[in-house]
């Protein structure tokens, strides 16, 4: 009887804390919502000096309440789960459990309280909430075109590396120390903030040929802009166009695995070889 009393117990713990199509269920993903946003709240107002002068000891206490709170929460979510290492290892897991532990390792680093924002993340619950998962699809077809473009992005990376290296080290060579370029590292930094457009003017050229080799480096961080832009446009557009064929020309599955988005005058299925329906 006391078994069955805790699977019962459990498995309402779960209902209420995982699920939310029950009312309760609902409740909590919004009053746990709402708490986080105001222990982030909290944490950004705590660092604001005048407040934390006048109101640090408040805010002190909230934030160990609101720690306490999600401490249970993630104690009641491992004891109902029924796979606990999954859970752990999930996406929402590891961002649970590190939303807590700021404040704890705080008695060590106490800087490290300010990493609670953290917390913000989980607010990322109310997509199941709200039922916009539909909007899953754009983040997943924008996921997606990344992935299918990584080799280009690294190849645009390393080219734009390259050239911020040169742009340093001739302007190490131009201008040096006596005009503030005091190492090549020092240069690439220049590098970076120029060919960026960031344009900080903490350093700046000062002979005339230091200025035209900054102006090629500026020109450089225009045309740069633009082909990153060009990649992901590229893979989103090709990534968009085949889901599209899948969806009109989802009735010409393969018979063995089911899959879809064949060319239109395919006859066997190009991932298992089987034949095509037709229809």
């Known amino acids: 009887m006391k078994v069955n009393l805790s699977k ?19 409740l909590f993903d919004v009053a746990l919502i709402v708490m986080i946003l105001a222990s982030v ?35 009641l979510r491992l004891y109902s789960t029924p796979n606990k290492k999954t859970y752990v290892f999930s996406f929402y897991g590891l961002i649970d459990l590190f939303s807590i532990m700021p404040t704890y390792i705080a008695f060590l680093l106490p800087s ?4 609670i924002v953290i917390r913000i993340m989980r607010v990322l619950r109310i997509f199941r909430i709200l039922k916009l998962f539909r ?8 996921y997606t075109a990344l992935l299918q473009a990584r080799r280009k992005i690294l190849v645009f990376l390393f080219s734009v590396l390259t050239l911020i290296v040169i742009f340093g080290a001739l302007m190490f060579i131009i201008e040096g120390p006596e005009h ?44 740069i802009i633009a082909v990153p832009t060009g990649i992901i446009g590229a893979e989103l557009m090709n990534e968009y166009q085949h889901r599209s ?11 063995s695995c089911k899959a879809t988005g064949h060319d239109l005058d395919a006859r066997f299925c190009k991932y298992c070889g089987n034949l095509i329906n037709q229809a």
Request: hydrophobic share 45%; net charge negative.
């Open 180 to 223: 503030g370029f005091h190492s090549i590292p020092h240069s690439i930094y220049w590098a970076i903030v120029t060919i960026t457009t960031v344009g900080y003017g903490d350093i700046s050229p000062q002979t005339p040929l230091g200025q035209f080799v900054a102006g090629l480096a500026m020109i450089c961080g225009y045309a």
């Open 135 to 142: 909007y899953m699809g754009e983040a997943n077809l924008l």
């Open 8 to 26: 019962d117990v459990r498995q309402i713990i779960y209902e209420v804390i995982f699920g939310y199509e029950s009312r309760a269920g609902r």
């Open 41 to 75: 709240i909290a944490v950004l107002m705590d660092s604001v000096e005048d407040y934390h002068l006048r109101y640090g000891a408040f805010f002190y206490r909230l934030e160990w309440f609101f720690t306490i709170a999600f401490t249970i929460e993630y104690l």
């Open 112 to 115: 490290a309280q300010y990493l």
């Open 245 to 255: 064929k899948d969806e009109v020309d989802g009735s010409r599955k393969c018979v």
